[in-house]
């Protein structure tokens, strides 16, 4: 729960919520992405 109230979203993020955000990267839609850093972490270093 402390770890979860550091985020922005208040909670602990779960693994398909990791993996959409992978599937979206490999796929043909994330094509013109590149060079890019993305935080997958609930805002919890936009904090």
């Known amino acids: 729960e402390q770890t979860a109230n550091k985020t922005s979203l208040r909670h602990i993020g ?3 919520e990791i993996a959409s955000a992978v599937a979206f ?3 043909n839609a994330a094509s013109y992405i ?3 850093d993305f935080s ?3 805002g919890r270093f936009g904090v």
């Open 14 to 16: 779960q693994p398909n």
């Open 25 to 27: 990267l490999a796929s």
């Open 34 to 36: 590149n060079g890019a």
């Open 40 to 42: 997958i972490d609930g």
